[in-house]
RNA sequence: GUGGGCGUAGCUCAGUUGGCAGAGCACCGGGUUGUGGCCCCGGCGGUCGCGGGUUCAAGUCCCGUCGUUCACCCCA
């Protein structure tokens, strides 16, 4: 048998619909704030991510899926979305005019990781990106805008970290610092002796008890930001103060992507195991530029959508029970069935059968076991009679009261109010049942 | 890329010192010539991940390999 390759799934039903629902509410929420969607290719030339994302980073250095197509170019999956949604917006000149423009983009990225809880090699983000304006205020716009989509989602607890990684300016001074820092340490951990002149920021936020104890005592950022990054962060603090927003600052917060400038941002959940962050983002002020576009002040977040539904409760998720089940007995009343099944969804009301000719007793289980609300039943007597049973299914929804049932009638049917109901009156006497109802 | 755990029925898992491959759930049928939840009876269902080796005999021991899972690393 082939299987799916390693680090990608399948999604199935009934998990399916917790997708589909998590993305409707995303929707919902993106609308509210103004934004609007854009699809994009999954596959970009590798030149785009390499100068975006960083060349010296994990996730062009080694994770991504990067290969010659039949030309001879290099192409790549896509390991996010920021960098597409940005060549698309400067190559369809989308930043043109006034005014803060703002889009979202959900779908699949593409790591070669090593997978584990959280972490696939095929996972899904929802992304959201806002263009053209510098003011504190859309990153707190965009913040408010994630705890939105979050705590409409979950209800368990969520820890906003937020830190400001400066300006390239800032940036400077601070590497340099912090460099020297390092150079003189001894007893940190193999990783971060390496890191120390790879990626020395990462020293930051390593999770060894021993390197954070050197660490204590190492330069902050914060006290490396220049009169304007300062202002900018203090603006976004207090906004997010006056909004109510808890958030928790975390000086070591660094990013993993290059491109970041000042306000940067997690969404950390607890029960995901060592992946914990649920969505992550900031501002990239300088990664149109570099990208050979314009001066184009740019922030963001991603959502980890599969991190998401592990934390979303079992039972979230649309109704997909059918509301009525027509059983028949013989052919002439499966085909009188058949027809019924047809008008019932022309009415928008969802329906199911047999198609087997199984015995009344299976398809009333069938029936059951679908959830459905009503049984219609269909058989010689009732073509006769000119009239069809409906039989409400959902009189047995505990199982204690179908055990007081059962003891009471000892060995009698349970009385069920059945019905019967002329076959030209059936699909408005169904449709009215249910959508009375459902508007209980 | 590194380290540990685990691969047996559709699912969750048992399987003793190597000796006839099991249970629960699910599914199908019957208990009711036409009525769902519970209960009772019966049935279907296996390349024991794959390949090699040791042995009279391997789900069990050995080697390899693939997958999976958790952690490191990294990130959503």
Not at 34 to 52: C, K, M, V
Not at 211 to 223: F, S, T, W
Not at 309 to 334: C, T, Y
Request: aromatic share 8%; glycine share 8%.
């Amino acid at each position: 048998m082939i299987k799916a390759i390693r680090g990608m799934r399948d999604i199935l039903p009934p998990e399916t619909s917790r997708w589909q629902w998590v993305e409707s509410v995303a929707r919902e929420v993106f609308d509210l704030y103004g934004y609007q969607e854009i699809r994009l290719p999954l596959l970009e030339r590798t030149e785009l991510f390499a100068r975006s994302i960083g060349e010296e980073t994990d996730i062009v250095a080694k994770e991504m899926y990067t290969f010659p197509d039949r030309k001879g170019d290099s192409l790549t999956l896509r390991p996010e979305a920021t960098a597409s949604v940005l060549r698309a917006v400067l190559e369809n000149r989308l930043e043109k005019g006034a005014g803060v423009k703002k889009f979202y983009t959900l779908g699949p990225m593409f790591r070669y990781e090593r997978p584990q809880k959280g972490r696939f090699r095929q996972f899904w983000q929802i992304n959201c990106e806002a263009y053209g304006v510098e003011a504190p205020e859309l990153d707190v716009e965009v913040i408010l805008l994630l705890m939105h989509i979050l705590k409409r989602l979950l209800p368990g607890e969520l820890r906003l970290l937020v830190n400001s990684l400066g300006c390239p300016a800032c940036q400077m001074k601070f590497r340099a610092a912090l460099g020297l820092f390092l150079i003189n340490r001894e007893g940190l951990c193999e990783d971060c002796q390496r890191r120390r002149t790879t990626n020395p920021l990462r020293v930051l936020d390593c999770k060894s008890a021993n390197c954070q104890g050197i660490l204590h005592n190492a330069p902050v950022i914060r006290d490396y930001l220049c009169p304007d990054c300062a202002a900018h962060f203090a603006r976004v603090l207090e906004l997010l103060n006056r909004f109510n927003v808890a958030y928790e600052l975390k000086p070591r917060l660094v990013r993993g992507l290059d491109y970041y400038t000042r306000t940067a941002f997690e969404v950390a959940a607890v029960g995901l195991g060592a992946q914990d962050a649920v969505a992550g983002g900031g501002r990239y002020n300088g990664l149109a530029k570099a990208l050979g576009g314009p001066d184009l002040p740019a922030i963001g977040f991603a959502i980890g959508e599969d991190r998401l539904l592990e934390l979303l409760p079992q039972d979230f998720g649309q109704d997909l029970r059918p509301r009525i089940f027509v059983a028949a007995l013989g052919e002439p009343a499966r085909e009188r069935a058949f027809t019924l099944v047809q008008e019932l969804r022309r009415k928008d009301l969802a329906a199911e059968m047999d198609f087997e000719g199984r015995s009344l007793k299976a398809q009333m289980s069938m029936a059951d076991r679908l959830g459905a609300a009503y049984a219609v039943i269909v058989g010689d007597k009732e073509l006769e009679a000119g009239a069809a049973q409906v039989r409400p299914m959902r009189n047995f929804a505990s199982p204690a009261s179908a055990a007081a049932n059962q003891e009471a009638v000892e060995g009698e049917r349970p009385p069920v109010a059945q019905e019967k109901v002329r076959f030209e009156a059936l699909v408005d006497y169904l449709t009215g049942k249910v959508r009375s109802e459902e508007n209980l």
